[in-house]
């Protein structure tokens, strides 16, 4: 008969392994709501090990915004292959897998939670912002935006952001239908901004040219000419 031994865990192992039962719960349950004793629980060691690891509860909440926010900020990453719609509707997917899996969390990393308006919990929200911003950027195949387009992608990535926290508070409205409405938003957002600039205009025919008439953005031309008739 053998005796099972505990391996004992490397510092570096043992932060992440903290960090990893944090966000699980952050995931589950608001940050506020989530003690230094659940989180040691969980792990399966003592609440006075935690502090070893983890100056606090600020501190060990703040890592584990950093691990989701980098988990965020790769959904955006996206093959720039073939048509853009068809492109934005799978980063909207995996988006909202995100949002899905772990909504406490997002609104907690969105709304700044027990950290709210630390430069810290700023800077990782900001780093959120501008992975997506630089992906729709690289999709679109701009390196130095005029102003008309910086202004188009960075509304739709706070609108995405609203869109997903009011989604949380009740789930009223299909996801699936959500994510459809959020890429007709970034085409109805460029088309506005087409009808003010010859640049942008120059941009969304250039981006239309790709588009089959069965995918996203030919659904929204469909949807808009059944209006208008």
Known sequence: MTTGVRRRMGVEERRQQLIGVALDLFSRRSPDEVSIDEIASAAG????????????????YEAALQ???????????????????????????????????HGPGFSALMRGGPAVGSSRTNALVDSVRQAAYDQILSHLGVNDPPARLELVVRSWISLAESTALIWLDGRRIPRAELEVQLVHDF????????????????????????????GPFGDLVGRLSALAA
């Open 45 to 60: 060691i003592s609440r006075p090990l935690v502090y070893h690891y983890f100056p606090g509860k600020l501190s060990l």
């Open 67 to 101: 691990r989701a926010a980098d988990d965020l900020a790769a959904r955006f990453a996206e093959p720039a292959e073939g048509p853009l719609g068809a492109r934005l509707l799978r980063v909207m997917g995996r988006y909202f897998d995100f949002v899905d899996e």
């Open 187 to 214: 085409a109805a957002l460029t088309a506005v901004s087409a009808a003010h600039d010859e640049e942008m205009a120059a941009l969304l025919r250039r981006v239309v040219a790709n588009e089959p008439a069965d």
